[in-house]
């Protein structure tokens, strides 16, 4: 197959692969269709394959069903994109990778996790390195200047810089409905909304059927159209099974609970949602602080096709904008943290109802609070949050920022709270 490295955009990941090739035998870039995961995965492959199901007969998946030895082609590192679609190639990777001992010889990417498991004997650890890809943070498409970073607030350094341009709303919105899509970054902004509707409807014609488990295509649109509605908050499946089964009767409630938890489940594979875990340790009682996870679609621009919203009319609804704002920046957030090593976490108290947007925290323990406000007029408020928060936290974090939209400067509070536009920030 012939594929071409020309005009590649460098991600954040591509360091992070070049030092796992050197470690590991194989790794496993996993992450949503079109995020960049094969061109990525190709900047640093000597040969490639694609296993996406064809018919036709000179296509790799239809040789790799007659031999799979046919696809090998030591040249290494080797590309097999979508190699979920023979799961029998994972164990295939992990034994060549024994046979010699040496690193760097296979990188696999895929958008979904295999439809047979079983077909799998070998978990791959020590082998095999799974790496998460995800859309593109707004400094990995040039839409943030990155003058702020996470190790700088980490590393607590003095911060006052301006940004060369003011963020306005209808650029924030722009940015918001092209999403993170590699593709997307060359389309007339009239078209930004293609892809992601393009995408969703893709996933209910085909994806959510990726196991051979026929569902039902319009309980799945109801559900997404639930999570939408519910992008950034904390929502139940109780009340996503309410929304798709508005009136629903005591004994066929069960039954539609069980649906939501396998259609959650399908979203999750095929990596259309992710969840935002609950930090608890080390801060207060776990009796207290609550266990639900925020979920969120992988981009911000999935929740508002979904809902069949665009530009303007994001503009006229700022009570959305504000949550699909935050979805923003917990898609950057999570980009960064993870490029950092770290992870990302959301905290709530099941008692006071108190609540931080974002919990950052590096592998050695050390964490930050973030609280996300799309204007100015809510940063007094959200340091007072964060200020109370640290208070009562028994290991203080290392630092405390309020990220903002419509804001042109970065700086630091007398109260030592950081305020960073969203188009400021990198890892």
Not at 23 to 32: C, D, L, R, T, Y
Not at 197 to 222: A, F, P, T, W
Not at 386 to 393: H, I
């Amino acid at each position: 197959m012939a594929l071409t490295r020309e005009n590649y955009t460098k991600r954040l990941v591509d360091d992070e692969i070049k030092e796992l090739l050197k470690m590991f035998g194989a790794i496993s870039i996993e992450g949503p269709k079109y995020c960049g995961k094969t061109w990525t995965a190709l900047n640093h492959a000597n040969s490639s394959v694609l296993l996406t199901k064809s018919d036709n007969p000179n296509s790799d998946y239809q040789k790799a069903l007659i031999n799979r030895d046919l696809i090998y082609k030591d040249d290494y590192p080797e590309l097999i994109d979508e190699w979920q679609s023979i799961e029998q190639i994972w164990d295939d990777v992990r034994t060549k990778c024994d046979e010699d001992g040496k690193t760097g010889k296979f990188i696999l990417t895929g958008s979904s996790v295999p439809a047979n498991a079983s077909k799998i004997f070998h978990s791959g650890a020590g082998r095999i390195y799974k790496l998460n890809m995800y859309t593109m943070s707004l400094f990995e498409s040039g839409d943030s200047e990155g003058i702020v970073s996470l190790s700088d607030l980490f590393a607590n350094k003095s911060i006052a810089v301006n940004l060369k341009e003011k963020p306005t709303i209808e650029k924030l919105a722009d940015l918001i409905i092209r999403g993170g899509w590699p593709a997307s970054l060359k389309y007339e902004k009239k078209n930004y909304y293609r892809l992601p509707e393009s995408y969703i409807e893709d996933v209910l014609s085909h994806d959510i059927n990726y196991d051979g488990v026929v569902r039902d295509k319009e309980k799945m649109r109801m559900l997404l159209r639930s999570l939408a509605r519910n992008e950034s908050t904390l929502v139940t499946n109780e009340k996503l099974v309410n929304d798709i089964e508005e009136y629903t009767t005591e004994e066929n409630y069960q039954v539609s609970r069980n649906t939501v938890a396998d259609y959650l489940n399908v979203l999750k594979n095929i990596h259309l949602i992710n969840d935002q875990l609950p930090y608890s340790l080390k801060i207060r009682s776990s009796v207290r602080v609550g266990k639900t996870s925020k979920r969120h679609f992988t981009d911000p621009s999935l929740a508002c096709s979904v809902l069949g919203v665009r530009q303007e009319q994001l503009i006229q609804d700022l009570e959305l904008f504000g949550f699909m704002f935050e979805a923003l920046v917990i898609r950057d957030l999570r980009i960064y943290i993870e490029n950092l090593g770290g992870r990302i976490y959301h905290f709530h108290d099941n008692n006071t109802g108190e609540e931080v947007d974002a919990i950052v925290e590096l592998r050695d323990g050390n964490y930050g609070a973030i609280e996300v406000k799309l204007g100015v007029g809510k940063i007094d408020e959200a340091a007072a949050n964060l200020l109370k928060f640290s208070k009562n936290c028994t290991i203080k974090p290392k630092f405390l920022c309020v990220i903002s939209g419509m804001i042109d400067y970065a700086y630091q509070r007398k109260d030592g709270v950081y305020v960073v536009p969203i188009t400021a920030l990198k890892p």
